[in-house]
């Protein structure tokens, strides 16, 4: 198992390009399964939680020729119909299946994904959509097995804006009998790059980007290509990267608005930021980080998946910030490894307060999941000293080349197979 071993105190400096988005990709590749021939996905990262996907996806026998940043995918032949719990287990986002499967074969035998590292993470939504479709549903032996001859559209209304109860009822109305009306759909560019791939494949949608989709269901779809979004996430992270170590880069090809609320938290804070033609700039060489609240939300809110990033860099700021996740109540196994690193952090309920601190020292912690691994990196480029981060495959599992990309802008981070869980 790998870790990272970071000699913090380097300023960052540069430029760094932004990969595709994980969580586009996430779902436009299960998305192909309403087609049969080969579609073309740009721009697509070169993570784990996506060769997770192309596995599960071979499993079913579709087969993926992956050069550089470009994905082709060919579904010409599919045998099975199953999402096995061995692959479920390693990336929830597996559930992304069970729409298309349903849809274009009546047929889907998908693993419950469980809980995970942070809740419970239910997917009462997929499935409620679906029913309502007309698809039958029971709970076999852990195994969500769905039934339907043909889909039917349906007048759906989530509680909750969910991106992947979105993203799966989209695929699964794409190919149903009639009109799908989706009622408080999640607005994430993740849901608008799935919608303009389906369209692009043929389907009828409208609404995109607003939380009223509506889909008149098509007879087939055709294989397509698209690009990829950049990864808001990895942009706000390399941003931050960049703040807590009091550096300046330049950002390519990330997209202002999807990181918007990004943007403006870091003004806040007293960071300067410069939108360029294709690029954003980020100067934090004579801020004086400032303590800036924030408190998660759907798009076009704060992200929850950059809340551990903030609070990372929010235990080096000047007073005292409260970060609430709206999103995932329990979404904080971080803090008591940042604790660790000398922050000084209460969490109560779902708000951290993090009082900021003088310095962080470096210290062996623990990844506990993806965007947690995130916040320790980021620390460990701040703290004086040598920081160990154990468990890097969380991080791997999200982002492309994390260590060459902050390496390349001046930080010292070595990967070393350790031994240690
Ligand atoms: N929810 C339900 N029932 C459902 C589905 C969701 O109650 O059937 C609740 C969840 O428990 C949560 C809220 O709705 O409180 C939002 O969950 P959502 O369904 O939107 O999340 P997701 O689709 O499972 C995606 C991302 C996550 C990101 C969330 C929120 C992918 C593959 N994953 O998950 O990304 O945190 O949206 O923006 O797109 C990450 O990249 O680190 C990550 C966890």
Redesign the pocket.
Known sequence: MDKFVIKGGKKLNGKVSVSGA???S??LMPAVLLTSGISRLYNTPRLN?VFTMIKLLSQMGVTSNFKDEQLEINTTEIKTYEAPYELVKK???S??VLGPLLSRYGYAKVSLPGG?AW??????????ALQKMGAKIDLEQGYIIAKANKLNGAKIS??????????NTLMAAALAKGTTVINNA?C?P?ITNLANFLIKMGAKINGIGTSILEIQGVDELTPSEINTIPDR?EAGTLLIAAAITKGSIELIDANEYHIYSILSKLEEAGIKITIGKNSIQLDATDSEIKSVDVS?S??PGF???MQAQWIALMSLANGTANVTDT???D?FNHVPELVRLGADIVVNDNTARVVGVKKLTGAKVMST???ASASLVLAGLAAEGTTEVLRVYHLD??YQKIEEKLNSLGADIQRVQSSEY
């Open positions: 994980k969580n586009a996430l779902a939680d990336m929830r986002a559930i992304y995970c809740g419970p993470r239910p997917i009462n939504l997929h499935l409620m989530f509680d909750i804006p969910s991106v992947g109860a979105t993203g999640a994430e993740e996430i998660t759907v798009f992200p929850t998946d999103i995932y109540f979404r999941d993806l965007r599992r999200g």
